[in-house]
């Protein structure tokens, strides 16, 4: 038996949930504004992990997710089976609960449908009881509500499609003295209803445990997983798994600030009081997180999902996604090497507005990211106007910076810009004229590097554009790097007759080669 360092998967993986099926372990995560969204990874052991499709290609409603809505979206969502279908149930925080379903949690997914409307409905888990009546438990947003800090019960239709009826309030934290009682998951086993749900903050809070003999209560309830003197700070909402041995994991993420909330797994056991028991033991009740999980193969250290792309595929691998739901015509692969994206307009300058944004989660461990960037040359009867086509690299958060290169009416320059938290203006903060000459094609190899405080780096040709420049995370999500192409005016070619192109993106972490 050998052992792995948690977390298990060190980079942006919010709010997750997971089952066993199909002969494997399967999860999901908030997505938020980003399409598609509702990632769905795959594993055999529950720390080696493939991110293997996105089970919501756009956000609904289309038109209002056209530009980046950054916190709303699809918030902590559950993965559930229930009588040979498997059901994605997903709060949007403005619009109310959504679900999917799929024949395989791999999918084909379905098109979404609004199981309950409204607004600051969040959180929610469905659960079936041994008589087939279905139940949904969900949360609140005070900042749409104007209410948290509470956990509500509703039936439902079997097959998730209606409500059978009002809400009603089963665990109010308030009047347990909790803080932000949220995230609930539900489970049946032992004779009981027990909902997992974390109280106290994101950062700071602690893992609660639940349970009642019938689904309406009354809940008696424990705190079993807490910091204490580790280092994983408010160890978060997640998912009871059960292996084929029996034996009982507990996913939960940890809020790692730029690198955002990262995967974490605990061992469970069942105490003689009938009460489960997480981590190491502080306490007859209570556990704090495992600094390394047990696995039976040695596989090495590291086991986030693969970043690199070689661009070898006509379709965009799912690690990919963009910052608002993608029009056509923003990218094109050929299955050459190159993806090519349009120069999609952004009126305002400000790229954290700039839908058109592809992008990944930046891991938790220092990484280097490579990719060659082409801005196509003009033709004779191709005019230049007096706005600038910028195309590059993109660190993203509520803060950004940027490197790659412009063309304007004088010429191509290499240039590097940042923007501050809650600023109007990029900041140049490097700049090097490359050729007079507007139309000619130039190229350029840019590399960035990020150091294990999220200090980012950025250089071309060995030239250094960017330096100890502090990346901030985003709006309840990680820093994010991505590739862009952008302009101020429409759109005048199509994007397979001329867009910036980007050559094959190769990230290496801790000199390990993704």
């Given at each position: 038996m050998h052992r792995r360092s948690n977390p298990v998967l060190d980079a942006d993986w919010p709010d997750p949930d997971a089952i066993r099926a199909e002969g494997a372990y399967w999860m999901i995560a908030s997505s938020f504004q980003r399409?598609?969204?509702l990632p769905v990874l795959r594993s055999e052991d529950l720390v080696t992990w493939e991110h293997v499709t996105n089970a919501l290609p756009a956000l609904p409603p289309q038109d209002h997710y056209a530009l980046p809505r950054r916190g709303s979206g699809v918030w902590a969502p559950?993965?559930?089976?229930?009588?040979g279908t498997y059901y994605i149930v997903f709060p949007d925080p403005d619009h109310g609960i959504l679900v999917l379903s799929a024949p395989h949690p791999a999918g084909p997914w379905s098109t979404p449908w609004t199981l309950l409307p409204g607004r600051g409905l969040i959180?929610?888990?469905?659960?079936?009881d041994e008589d087939g009546r279905a139940y949904l438990v969900h949360g609140w947003a005070r900042s749409r509500a104007g209410v948290?800090?509470?956990l509500t019960l509703l039936e439902v239709t079997p097959d998730l499609t209606a409500p059978l009826g009002a809400g009603e309030v089963i665990i109010d934290g308030d009047a347990l003295g909790m803080t932000t009682l949220e995230g609930p998951k539900t489970y049946r086993h032992d004779g009981w209803t027990w909902i997992y749900a974390p109280?106290?903050?994101v950062a700071t809070g602690h893992q609660v445990v639940f349970r009642a003999p019938d689904v309406r209560g009354p809940y008696e309830h424990r705190i079993v997983l807490e910091q204490g003197d580790s280092e994983v700070n408010g160890p978060h909402q997640g998912a009871l798994v059960e292996d084929e041995d029996g034996s009982r994991w507990f996913l939960h993420f940890q809020d790692r600030g730029v690198f955002g909330r990262v995967v974490h797994v605990?061992?469970?056991t069942m105490g003689e009081d009938g009460w489960p028991r997480m981590g190491e033991p502080i306490d007859d009740v209570r556990g704090r997180p495992v600094p390394r999980v047990p696995v039976d193969e040695d596989g090495g250290e590291y086991t986030e999902p693969i970043r690199s792309d070689d661009f070898s595929a006509a379709v965009l691998h799912p690690r990919w996604h963009w910052q608002a739901n993608p029009q056509e015509g923003w990218s094109h692969l050929a299955g050459d090497g190159r993806l090519r994206l349009a120069f999609v307009p952004s009126p305002r300058g400000d790229l954290r507005d700039h839908g058109a944004v592809l992008g990944q989660q930046i891991p938790g461990r220092p990484s280097t990211w490579e990719v060659a960037l082409t801005l196509p040359g003009l033709g004779p009867d191709q005019g230049i106007g007096p706005d600038a086509e910028r195309a590059g690299m993109i660190v993203l958060g509520r803060n950004y910076a940027w490197a790659g290169l412009e063309r304007g009416p004088d010429g191509v320059r290499l240039v590097a810009r940042t923007m501050a938290d809650d600023q109007a203006d990029?900041?140049?903060v490097a700049a090097v004229e490359l050729t007079t000459d507007p139309r000619r094609e130039v190229s350029v190899r840019l590399r960035l590097d990020v150091d294990a405080a999220g200090r980012i780096g950025i250089t071309a040709e060995g030239r250094a554009l960017l330096t100890q420049w502090q990346a901030m995370e985003?709006?309840?999500i990680g820093a994010e790097i991505g590739l862009f192409a952008a302009g101020t005016g429409p759109v005048r070619e199509s994007v397979a007759a001329r867009a910036a192109s980007f050559g094959p993106v190769q990230v290496r972490r801790e000199g390990r080669d993704a």
């Open positions: 399409a598609p969204g559950s993965l559930r089976e229930h009588a959180d929610p888990c469905p659960l079936w948290k800090n509470r109280a106290g903050g605990q061992p469970v990029e900041v140049e985003g709006h309840w």
